[in-house]
């Protein structure tokens, strides 16, 4: 059974879950390497940048 049909066999509610739980996974790796990596979180938190335009374009093209 191919990827593709996999999918098409999951509900919303399924994709949605494996996607929080991915993506929290991820994000528990990042830290984890952060702590290990970084002297300061100020040092590992200074990569990241969030654009808010893009945030709130992306929210009300959602409504």
Same mark, same amino acid.
């Given at each position: ?19 929080? +739980?991915s993506? /929290? &996974? @991820? !994000? *528990?790796?990042? +830290?984890?390497? /952060? &702590? @290990? !990596? *970084?002297?300061?979180?100020h040092q590992?938190?200074? !990569? *990241? ?15």
């Amino acid at each position: 059974m191919s990827q593709s049909d996999i999918i098409k066999n999951l509900t919303d509610r399924e994709i949605k879950k494996s996607l929080i +739980l991915s993506n /929290g &996974l @991820f !994000l *528990f790796i990042a +830290l984890g390497v /952060g &702590l @290990f !990596l *970084f002297s300061s979180w100020h040092q590992w938190f200074a !990569l *990241f940048h969030w654009d808010l335009k893009i945030s709130c374009i992306m929210v009300y093209c959602q409504e």
